[in-house]
């Protein structure tokens, strides 16, 4: 919570004013009644009209002043929301975005959402309103307290025991229900889960007739968001009576002790009226008090959430290898990862790829073949072993520097909703000369026949593509910086044979610098490769050029038969 | 070999539509009635409410009475009528714990109540959802949707119904104060015939003015969920880049946008208060002024303009209440307006009234003429026909773009053809329910669908009675069943974001065991294996062809061996067909096809 509140701490000077004014505004508007009073005691008997007019003018500037400094006060205290709530996000999206993929797979995705929408726009709600409805209640009471110590100490002493009562008892239920409300907005991510799914796998819903049981699991989710978020609001409820209650039981007590007090002597009923009078005023300020308690209870419940991603921690460099750096622009020496830490994903991985060179990777289902790409993007740390990048090791490096050295292309890539040239581009330098070449290369001349081409729009995910032309444009991405490394993980598996094989040559003639890592189902993607390593379960089963496997590695040389007997037959 | 323009199967259409929420705006009677409809079911408890709201405000003003009375038989030194004090604090205590007892219920009732709405509302717009044509997905973010049923419906009832039941119990208090201070003189209440239709005017005027700020807010918000949601499934991308400070620019613009939108409606609506409190500071300087020149002239006692002010202060009261509550309505109705816009969104038109069901399928489909485009103006089929026997393979092959999941768009009804028509079994698939029409297809996309739960429950997706055998049947034959039981948790794995690590290929094959597990008369396969090695994909083969046995089949493969074996191959292109035969037909008329094929050696 420390962490999300720090983002007032730019804005204090501001903060600072806002508070000053708002506490003129109260004392101002507290002056009315006492005018009021003024007129009817002291000016009303003499009958003196240019007086009344005087105060009744007076009266009117108040109201006037109370109003422009009010309305000064709530919007500073906007003003101040908004902007606690820019920084915010933005240094909580400047924290997704680096976060650790194994940090994103904790917090998992539906929860990042929550957190950077609903639970930023509670904790905005919670520093407006406490700008503007925190600053009276304390005035209330604490200038209530004053006058009444006073005027009779001996009875604001009765009211002051119950202040610890009060301030016990609020603490105690937003102990209790600050944990529910945080349990409330974590099952709302539960709704966002579900609407999320159901909006991606509509096709697959739809044609299994699922659409009734969908909405029995959403209506599952709703319930218990609505029932967590029950569960936080009744708790967060006794507050306010509970504190009625108290404060009134005191109320009695003054009245019997300054009943005691009157028969002996001590005071007058006369004074009691006028305390009970500021009881009410005190009253006020409390009630205001329990109120600023039940939003912060909400806001704090969400500033936590937040809290925790901001601390999420940062990555820590492991200490530096001890080994000599290596020759060769990737290399992977004795690599071991393991996602679940149990059964390993890549065993005791080594190669080296000098500049230019051309890395295929062919296996079966799930032996490794793209955890090994994760890993030398520095998604995950090698468990054991080193990575090299042009004779540094990889875990030294700055992450830009690594970053800025690769293309790549995913399995499904993301795309996202904005012109094609900006998905080309993707927030990077890119020369007109570059993109073009990209483009041929990738085969993407489809942009061609599009009306507006490359200022066209992509929908969401770039759905309103085909799958082909998805891959030809992310792969024509992956070009157009022109890296030094080019990763393509099984990125043409849409593409047919033709545009396929054209893509091929074209890189071969155009990138021929570019070191590439290439992971394939199809021997015809990789067979050109300087070096092929065949994995499964994360080992090596065989390496060497597409000749040498063909003549050491049985399982490639069934691959190679299996389809070139598809293409045979 | 000519490289062959490819056809425009780009649907732009929707895009142009996208951050467009300015359609006619909704008027705020129709809003509010439709906001009605939700508070109805829950007519009892509101008025239940709404009573003990009053009931509550009536021993508020019993207390001071009681304590008065305890006050009266205070008379001054050694003169305490004690029984009589210990008695009325001892009533008053009672009095403001029933008071607390009943403040306690209302607020339980109304957190009762107005999560009950909620659940209703969400559930109704989640409803709407699922039940939308296919068409609607293609255009609009899941984080747009997201927002609509989390940040607006709870804005609508941030406030909605406390404002209710505060208005109806404030209103007593207001009807109640008017008549007492027209008793004590009505001449003073001329003060309210000026202040009173000032406030009005003033908080309607505002209020007009605030909603289109409020409108704004909803849905600059709505934007921003919409980016952040679409970006947080891009991550790995942006980071393999590097470009996390080029998005995170991106994400500002959009934070920006829903901040400064926040802040205009926010900015705009923070003065309510302070103006309506300020109308009320004027009436209390105008009947204190005009008050004392009555008493002046005589006209008048000071008790009279004591326990006036008193009333009027009673009566400004929830005057400034109901100023605050109107503010609150405003961005309610903004809310609402894009909470009722997605569920008045049109929904799959109905199933044809004379639609039969079909109980035996045997699988034999045409298609006559279809013809479609996305978007007007641009059509992507010209014209295809094609005759499919019960439990023949008919592959579909053609160049990416050429129109090949249109087709399959079409055969499932995801969206409907604008002319020419499909038939199965010689009924026309319009005249058909859809969900039996659905049902009698099995698809395997090549896009994975999975969802958040185990992996037995991933499996048996379609058929969600399916035994335990059955299940480990398909995922033997699927050759995922070993993957399957070296996971610690085994089928009970749960299938997160990302915990587990699935591949691809691992992801493919399941969705596979869900489709073998289905036992219906048709398949889809588009693209079904494509992320699966040759090896696994030719292990799973016997499976596949176990599957489609006496089936009719879609297929739609870039590999050319999945589809050799085809009783009948469409080669489409621009999205019209222009050969079909065997493949062996097909090669000899050395056509498009012939060319497809030979490309495969080229690459070899």
């Given amino acids: ?569 | 070999m000519s490289v062959k323009g490819e056809q425009k199967a780009i649907s732009f259409r929707h895009v142009a539509n996208r951050g467009a929420f300015e359609r006619p705006v909704q008027p705020a009677g129709q809003v509010l009635r439709r906001l009605w409809t939700y508070m109805r079911p829950h007519l009892w408890g509101l008025l239940l409410a709404a009573a003990l709201s009053i009931l509550g405000n009536v021993i508020g003003l019993v207390g001071p009475r009681l304590s008065g009375r305890a006050i009266d038989a205070i008379l001054g030194e050694g003169g305490v009528d004690f029984p009589n004090v210990f008695r009325y604090a001892l009533w008053m205590v009672g009095c403001y714990a029933l008071s607390g007892a009943m403040t306690y219920a209302l607020s339980r009732l109304m957190i009762r109540i107005s999560r009950s709405i909620v659940f209703d509302m969400r559930r109704d717009a989640f409803n709407r959802l699922v039940s939308l044509p296919v068409s609607y997905f293609d255009r609009h973010q899941p984080g747009d949707v997201i927002s609509r049923i989390s940040y607006d419906i709870d804005t609508i009832n941030t406030s909605l119904t406390h404002d209710l039941v505060q208005m109806a119990a404030s209103l007593v208090t207001v009807v109640g104060s008017l008549l007492m201070m027209l008793s004590i003189t009505p001449l003073l209440v001329l003060v309210f015939a000026v202040t009173i239709p000032l406030s009005m005017a003033v908080t309607r005027y505002r209020a007009k003015r605030v909603r289109p700020l409020f409108r704004e807010r909803s849905a600059k918000l709505g934007a921003m969920n919409g980016f952040i949601e679409e970006i947080t499934a891009g991550l790995k991308t942006i980071r393999a880049y590097g470009r996390e400070e080029a998005f995170t620019r991106r994400f500002d613009g959009k934070n920006d946008e829903a901040v400064d939108a926040f802040y205009r409606a926010d900015r705009f609506a923070c003065i309510n208060g302070p103006i309506v409190n300020c109308i009320n500071n004027l009436s209390l300087a105008l009947i204190s002024f005009f008050g004392i020149l009555l008493y002046m002239g005589g006209r008048v006692t000071l008790g009279n303009i004591s326990s006036f002010v008193l009333y009027s202060r009673k009566f400004s009261g929830p005057i400034n209440e109901f100023a605050n509550i109107i503010s609150d309505l405003q961005s309610a109705l903004a809310a609402a307006e894009r909470v009722f816009r997605l569920i008045d969104e049109e929904p799959e038109p109905a199933d044809d009234p004379e639609a039969r069901a079909m109980d035996d399928v045997r699988g034999h489909v045409e298609a006559q003429a279809l013809r479609f485009s996305y978007e007007p103006g641009r059509e992507i089929l010209h014209g295809v026909d094609f005759v499919a026997p019960p439990g023949k393979v008919v592959a579909i092959v053609g160049e990416t773009g050429c129109g090949k999941t249109t087709l399959i768009n079409l055969l499932m009804r995801f969206y409907d053809a604008d002319s020419g028509r499909i038939t199965l079994d010689e009924h026309p698939i319009r005249s058909l329910p859809r969900a039996d029409l659905r049902r009698a297809y099995t698809m395997v996309l090549q896009d994975t669908w999975l969802f958040y739960g185990t992996i037995r429950e991933n499996i048996a997706y379609g058929k969600p009675d399916a035994t335990e055998e059955k299940i480990v049947a398909a995922a033997k034959a699927a050759m995922i069943h070993g993957y399957i039981e070296s996971l610690p948790q085994g089928y009970d794995t749960l299938l997160s974001d990302n915990a587990v690590n699935l591949s691809k290929g691992q992801k493919q094959l399941l969705t596979i065991a869900r489709a073998i597990l289905i036992d219906s008369p048709m398949l889809i396969l588009d693209e079904a294996t494509s992320n699966v090695d040759t090896q696994t994909e030719r292990q799973i083969q016997s499976a596949m062809l176990r599957l489609m046995e006496g089936r009719t089949c879609f297929v739609i493969a870039h590999r050319l061996s999945t589809i050799q074996g085809a009783d009948q191959i469409l080669v489409m292109d621009k999205g019209a067909i222009v050969e079909r035969g065997t493949h062996r037909e097909l090669l000899s008329r050395r056509g498009t096809y012939y060319e497809l094929y030979a490309a495969q050696f080229q690459g070899a």
């Fill in chain 1, 1 to 569: 919570m420390k962490r999300v509140l720090a983002f007032l701490r730019p804005q204090a000077g501001w903060t600072a004013l806002q508070v000053g004014i708002k506490f003129g505004s109260t004392l101002l508007e507290l002056f009315l009644p006492w005018i009021l009073e003024h007129i009817i005691d002291d000016i009303a008997p003499t009958g003196d009209r240019r007086q009344l007019l005087l105060w009744g003018a007076l009266m009117l500037l108040c109201a006037l002043a109370v109003f422009f400094s009010a309305a000064a006060a709530n919007r500073m205290a906007t003003k101040i929301a908004a902007t606690f709530t820019r920084a915010l996000r933005h240094s909580l999206f400047c924290k997704v975005t680096v976060l650790s993929s194994e940090q994103v797979d904790r917090f998992t995705v539906p929860s990042l959402i929550s957190r950077l929408s609903s639970d930023t726009y509670r904790v905005n709600d919670m520093v407006d309103r406490m700008l503007r409805l925190g600053i009276r209640a304390p005035i209330l009471l604490i200038g209530g307290l004053l006058v009444s110590a006073m005027m009779e100490p001996v009875l604001a002493l009765i009211f002051l025991c119950t202040l610890p009562l009060i301030g016990g008892m609020l603490l105690l239920v937003s102990q209790r229900s600050i944990p529910l409300f945080a349990k409330a907005q974590q099952a709302g991510e539960e709704l966002v889960r579900r609407i999320q799914e159901n909006m991606t796998g509509v096709r697959i819903i739809k044609a299994l007739s699922r659409t009734e049981d969908e909405k029995d699991r959403f209506s599952k989710a709703n319930e218990a968001a609505v029932r967590a978020d029950r569960q936080a609001e009744m708790t967060m409820a006794v507050a306010n009576p509970m504190m009625g209650v108290l404060l009134n039981i005191a109320m009695a007590a003054v009245i019997v002790a300054g009943a005691f007090r009157v028969d002996r002597g001590l005071t007058e009923p006369g004074k009691i009226i006028a305390f009970l009078n500021y009881f009410v005023i005190l009253q006020n300020g409390l009630l205001g008090i329990t109120r600023i308690f039940t939003i912060c209870s909400r806001g704090i419940a969400s500033g936590k959430r937040l809290g925790e991603v901001l601390e999420a921690p940062e990555r820590v460099a492991p200490p530096p290898p001890q080994e000599p750096a290596p020759e060769g622009h990737v290399v992977f020496s004795h690599v071991s990862f393991s996602y679940n830490k149990v059964k390993p994903d890549i065993d005791d991985l080594s190669f080296t790829l000098a500049r230019g060179q051309t890395l295929g990777i062919i296996g079966p289902t799930g032996s490794g073949k793209s955890t090994l790409l994760q890993l030398l993007l520095r998604f995950y740390e090698p468990d054991r072993g080193q990575i090299w990048l042009d004779g540094r090791p990889l875990s030294q490096m700055a992450a830009e520097d690594v970053h800025s050295r690769f293309g790549v292309v995913f399995q499904n890539d993301f795309l996202f909703a904005d012109s094609i040239l900006e998905n080309l581009d993707f927030e990077r330098p890119v020369t007109e000369a570059d993109r073009a070449l990209a483009i041929e290369t990738a085969q993407a001349d489809f942009l061609k026949d599009i009306p507006q081409g490359a200022l066209a729009d992509l929908s969401e995910r770039g759905m309103n593509l085909s799958g082909g032309q998805r891959q030809r444009l992310l792969i024509a991405r992956a070009l157009a910086t022109r890296p030094e490394i080019l990763l393509l993980d099984d990125c043409s598996s849409a593409l047919d044979y033709r545009t396929d094989a054209r893509l091929r040559q074209a890189l071969a003639a155009a990138y021929g610098d570019v070191t590439k890592i290439i992971v394939a189902q199809r021997i015809s993607a990789i067979r050109h490769a300087d070096l092929i390593l065949v994995l499964e379960a994360g080992q090596v089963l065989g390496r060497g050029t597409h000749e040498e496997l063909l003549a050491s590695c049985p399982l490639y040389r069934t691959l190679y038969e299996m389809q070139m007997g598809e293409v045979a037959a």
